[in-house]
Structures are given as C-alpha cells and as structure tokens.
C-alpha cells in the first residue's frame, strides 16, 4: 500500500509539471485518474474528481458523456469544448487489457485558450492588413515600401499607375535603378531621412515607356520593435502636368512682360510722321541712359523705315537732362545726321539749357527752336526751300 502511494504520488508530481490534463475512466464511467496542472484552469484540484461517476459529473446526456461512450465503443476521436470560459481540446482514447478488450478508456485534454486567442488575433490583424492594402491601392499616388539598401518590398497599384512597373516587375528591385531617381544631393537627403524620420520634395524619375516623370516625393522612416530604422515608406504624387503647365505659364507671362516692355518703350519713344519727310519724337517724363539708349534706337530705327529729311525730338516734358542724357541725346543726332536727317530739337527748358551750356554741348549738329510749333513750321519752311 505504501509502495502504491509513493507511486501515485510520482505520477501526480510528474502530471503536475505538465500543463495539461490526463483522465481515464473504466467502462461504467468511474473516474481512475485526473491528474494535470491545468485542472486548476477549471476550479479543479488533480486527484480530486478519482472515485467519481464522470457521466454523473459531466452529465450523463450532454457532449461530453458522448464523446465518452464513443471512446467506450472502441472509436479514437479528438473534440473542442468550452468549461469556464476556456477552450479545452481533448484527445480520446480506448483503453484495453493485454488480451484486447476494452476496459476504459483516457483523455489527454490541453487547455488551447491562448493559442485560440493569438489565432483569432492574427485573424484579425490578417484582416485588417487586408483591408488596409485594399484601401492602399484604392489610393491614387504611388505608395512603396523600401529597404534601407533601397530593395522594394511593397508596390500598390497607384504605383503600377504612376510608373508603369507591374508589383511583380518592381518587388525586389532597387528603387533608383528602376525608376532612375535624380535628384540633387540624393546620399544628403538620405542622411537627413535617418536623422530626421522623415524628408519631402521633388525628385525626376521614369516610367516603364521611358517618358519623364517629376514626382513630389514624401518619405517616412519607418522602424522596428528595438526602435532600428528598417524601411523607409514613400509617398509619390506625379506632378509633371503640374510643372509643364506652370513652366508654360511662366514663359507666358514672360511673353507678356517682353511685349509689354515693348509696348512701353514704343510709347515712350514714339516716332510720328506729321507730314511728308517730317517726323516729330515727343519726350515726357523722366530721361536717364537706358532711356536715351532707347531714344537713339527708336529714332535711328524709325528713320530708316521712314526716310525721313527732318527729326523733331521735343523735350518739352523732361524735367531735368543730365550729362549723360545729354550726351546720348547729342549722340543720336549725330547719328540720325549720318543718315542725311536734319535734328531740330524743341522745348529746351531754362534748366536744361543751362546743362548743356555747362557740359559745353557740340549742338552744331542739330537745330534748335523754341516750341514744337516753332519746330514744326521750321521744318516745312526747310522742305519748301529743298523741293524748289
């Protein structure tokens, strides 16, 4: 009886080392064993239940009592239950004597609560990741995931769009070798990606045909449990239309400001024919050198159009002539005599002549009169006197 105890008690330490539970009953449905730690899941103590009826215990028409007589009837079998909110997976088996008869039978029952909860869980994280790519590649912009050496891992169907690489084509890849990513300083910007978690700007890359692409790149260092950086995830919207229409429109509005230029510079040098051979150069306003420069041109360029005999410049509406103005005003005389045109100039004001009195202006090239009108009457007496 002694050496009976010392046995059971050997058993019941090895069983209570083990998380489990381990059960056998004879064909009447008393209970031999019930050893394991995991009884104690159940409110149960091992060795507690021996002696029981299990069909009086566990009910003698529920599920359990006909996995019981259907292990009893010879047939190995497994079964999933619940008891007190566990998940309990037992494992049935006849058990016969040495001539093949049945007498009993055991249970090995495993408490798989855990494992069911970490697979209903990683069901539902496979779930969501699911959902989540689905809504990735509803996405419009190209969304990729790389490695810190650059391999491509992720590829949504925005990108197939953007660039034309299939996710076959591009999985695996080297993202600046397939897209032929330029961009200024590329191993700075990576460095400042590590450093700051995160970088956003332009880059020219290409499709799959070839054609150029500027794409507005958004990067996101993305890092492990340990906190290591591991990928790097990108955000990349084509904006090439974008940069084309802008690039026309800014030559656009670089046309307009030429031709405006133009215009102003024509009005505020006019040439006017006023009768045959005579043409009349009004000047208003303030004069430098820039705006003489473009006195000479215009007078030059309208008197050879014109052929005109007689230029009238009036500058009865500069305020102040300095040197400078002076000298290119004198200049384009000179150069307008070359071309066989008499210069009058009209509206010399007090001040102005005394800044060409005091420069001591060579005005042997040109005529001078009072007023435009005076100018003018000037000019048709000197055309009358030629025609005869």
């Not at 656009?252 to 009005?267: C, F, G, K, S, T």
Request: net charge negative; proline share 3%.
């Amino acid at each position: 009886m002694d050496e009976l105890r010392e046995f059971k008690g050997v058993v019941r330490a090895v069983f209570d080392g083990l998380d489990l539970m381990a059960w056998a009953i004879d064909p009447e449905g008393k209970i031999l064993i019930s050893e394991g730690a995991a009884l104690r899941a159940i409110g149960v103590e091992p060795g507690g239940t021996v002696g029981l009826n299990a069909f009086q215990l566990y009910g003698d028409n529920g599920d359990s009592a006909a996995n019981m007589r259907r292990t009893l009837a010879g047939e190995p079998h497994k079964s999933i239950a619940e008891v007190e909110g566990r998940t309990l997976e037992t494992r049935f088996t006849p058990m016969r004597n040495p001539a093949g008869e049945l007498n009993g039978m055991v249970g090995i029952t495993h408490d798989i609560t855990e494992q069911v909860r970490a697979r209903h869980e990683i069901d539902r994280q496979t779930v969501a990741l699911r959902e989540q790519a689905e809504l990735l590649d509803l996405a419009h912009d190209a969304i990729l995931v790389r490695g810190l050496d650059g391999k491509i891992s992720y590829w949504n169907r925005g990108a197939e769009r953007v660039f034309g690489f299939s996710r076959e084509q591009a999985l695996g890849q080297d993202r600046n070798t397939l897209l032929q990513t330029s961009v200024a300083g590329l191993p700075d910007i990576e460095r400042l990606l590590l450093a700051n978690g995160y970088w956003n700007g332009e880059l020219n890359q290409r499709r799959h045909d070839g054609r150029s692409l500027v794409v507005s790149s958004r990067w996101v260092l993305r890092r492990d449990a340990k906190g290591q950086p591991d990928a790097v995830l990108e955000i990349g919207t084509d904006i090439t239309e974008r940069r084309q229409a802008e690039e026309a429109e800014a030559r656009r509005q670089q046309e307009i400001i030429r031709a405006q230029a133009l215009a102003i510079e024509e009005l505020s040098t006019p040439l006017i024919p006023i009768a045959e051979e005579i043409l009349v150069m009004p000047l208003i306003g303030m004069m430098d050198s820039a705006r003489a420069q473009q006195v000479m041109h215009s007078l030059l360029s309208g008197l050879a159009a014109n052929r005109g005999k007689f230029a009238i410049l009036d500058i009865t509406g500069v305020p102040v002539v300095d040197t400078a103005v002076a000298n290119a005003l004198l200049k384009a005389a000179h150069a307008a005599r070359l071309l066989g045109t008499e210069v009058i100039l009209t509206g010399i004001r007090p001040e102005v002549a005394q800044t060409l009195v005091h420069i001591e202006a060579n005005l042997s090239n040109l005529t001078t009169c009072g007023t435009l009108q005076a100018g003018i009457a000037y000019a048709l007496a000197r055309r009358g006197r030629k025609s005869l």
